[in-house]
């Protein structure tokens, strides 16, 4: 077992284990001693020379498969709760499209900040689905209840003005909220997805979620 402490402008293992496989490819290794690298579980081949990350790094995947399963059933769920709601299985997809949109703002606010993406980012991550999901039942609501048939561009457009003030404001009050906890060294990588998180999605979803609807209703 070699034990060791991360140092430097590393915050998380995967940093630290990435540059370290870097090391080793650069190595002049002879036939069959370059070690095989595993990220997880013991080496199913005994013969070869294994490097296993354990310690933090097995914390740290146990804790973003977590998450990633629990991410999952809160979709599912989602889903469940939009077809009761609506009647339909293509309009919870709709209803759906913004959430991988909060994903551009996190990987630009990360890039902005030169912060690692931690398990508080995926938490902010996760946090956006609902916040997000609402957003689009607000615009989705009011096109259906104001459509007598064919969905029109001007009915699009006047869902996405009359529901943006209280999509906005939703918005903002959410922000706000992150900017406090911004600076924090623990809790930034979950400010940063709620912060740049919104900021992307709110932008974007009064533009794709019109247009989606209408290509899937027309």
Excluded: C
């Excluded at 590393?10 to 190595?27: Q, R």
């Excluded at 931690?118 to 689905?129: K, N, P, Q, R």
Aim: charged share 10%.
């Amino acid at each position: 077992m070699v034990t060791a402490e991360l140092a430097g402008s590393f915050e998380a293992p995967l940093y630290g284990m990435l540059a370290v496989a870097a090391e080793i490819d650069k190595m002049d290794w002879a036939p069959g001693e370059k070690p095989v690298i595993a990220f997880n579980g013991q080496p199913m081949d005994e013969t070869v020379t294994t490097l296993l990350w354990d310690g933090e790094w097995e914390v740290t995947f146990v804790t973003f498969r977590d998450m990633g399963a629990a991410f999952g059933i809160a979709l599912v769920g989602i889903y469940i709760l939009v077809v009761a709601q609506f009647g339909s299985f293509k309009l919870p997809l709709v209803i759906l499209t913004p959430i991988p949109l909060t994903f551009l703002g996190i990987i630009f606010g990360h890039w902005l900040y030169a912060a690692p993406f931690s398990a508080t980012s995926m938490i902010g991550f996760i946090a956006l689905a609902g916040i997000i999901v609402r957003n689009s039942i607000l615009l989705v609501d009011f096109i259906r209840h104001g459509s007598t048939g064919q969905v029109t561009v001007d009915l699009l457009i006047e869902a996405g003005a009359i529901r943006f003030k209280p999509i906005l404001l939703t918005a903002i009050a959410a922000m706000i909220g992150a900017v406090v906890i911004l600076a924090d060294p623990i809790f930034q990588g979950l400010a940063i997805s709620l912060l740049f998180g919104l900021l992307s999605s709110t932008l974007l979803t009064v533009l794709v979620i019109p247009a989606i609807y209408r290509v899937l209703r027309t």
